[in-house]
């Protein structure tokens, strides 16, 4: 069975930084469109970046344009979300998934920023 596995959430203070990683059991992360979704407490899950197969596109979502920035590492079979000017509003819990083609998800990194 695939197991998503998300680390590198923390505890940061507003404007300050972490860099998420994600990697998968039995998958190979490089081999498919991926994707970034976060949940913050009491609200659903927000999609919040994602990066095709080739790596040659990315997108995200208008609320994080300019500040995280998504990028994989094949041969360390690794995904990462690079998370600058962090907000308050960006605490959630981080997932990372194949886009639209989801295995079971993960426990998720917490990222909590405070004010």
């Known amino acids: 069975e695939v197991q998503m596995v998300e680390s590198g959430g923390g505890l940061v203070q507003t404007g300050g930084s972490l860099k998420l990683s994600c990697t998968a059991s039995?998958?190979?992360?490089?081999?498919?469109?991926m994707t970034w979704v976060r949940q913050a407490p009491g609200k659903g899950p927000e999609w919040v970046s994602a990066?095709?197969?080739?790596?040659?596109?990315?997108y995200y979502t208008n609320s994080v344009k300019g500040r995280f920035t998504i990028s994989r590492d094949s041969a360390k079979n690794m995904l990462y979300l690079q998370m600058n000017s962090l907000k308050p509003e960006d605490t959630a819990v981080y997932y990372c998934?194949?886009?639209?083609?989801?295995?079971?998800w993960g426990q998720g990194t917490q990222v909590t920023v405070s004010s």
């Open positions: 998934n194949v886009l639209s083609n989801y295995f079971p």
């Open positions: 039995e998958f190979t992360v490089g081999d498919a469109d």
């Open positions: 990066i095709n197969r080739g790596g040659s596109n990315v």
